[in-house]
Nanobody, 114 residues
């Protein structure tokens, strides 16, 4: 069982930045593919970005060039740096850890509004 704790959400104006963090409770953090997903009101949960234990990253097209996913395998933490935020980025953001099965955090709200 892996527990995930997200932090860093909040309210930001369009064009602003936020950095999300997610700390995992596991002794083999680098064995997990870590990811960020989001769910906007009335919509299904969607993938935002993933990163392998070795640092290979994948981004969904709508966030490419604006978001950056990184990980610290010593601190057992994955980050999502979000720049040039748009109102369409408003959602609850969830951290995930995947290795045979997937684990999820409780989510953190990101609201982009003027």
């Amino acid at each position: 069982q892996v527990q995930l704790m997200e932090s860093g959400g909040g309210l930001v104006q369009p064009g602003g930045s936020l950095r999300l963090s997610c700390k995992a409770s596991t002794n083999i953090f680098n064995a997990y593919v870590m990811g960020w997903y989001r769910q906007a009101p009335g919509k299904e949960r969607e993938l935002v970005a993933t990163i392998s234990g070795g640092g290979s990253a994948y981004y969904v097209g709508s966030v490419k060039g604006r978001f950056t996913i990184t990980r610290d395998n010593v601190a057992n933490t994955v980050f999502l740096q979000m720049n040039s935020l748009k109102p369409d980025d408003t959602a609850v953001y969830y951290c995930s850890a995947r290795r045979f099965v997937s684990y999820w955090g409780q989510g953190t709200q990101v609201t982009v509004s003027s």
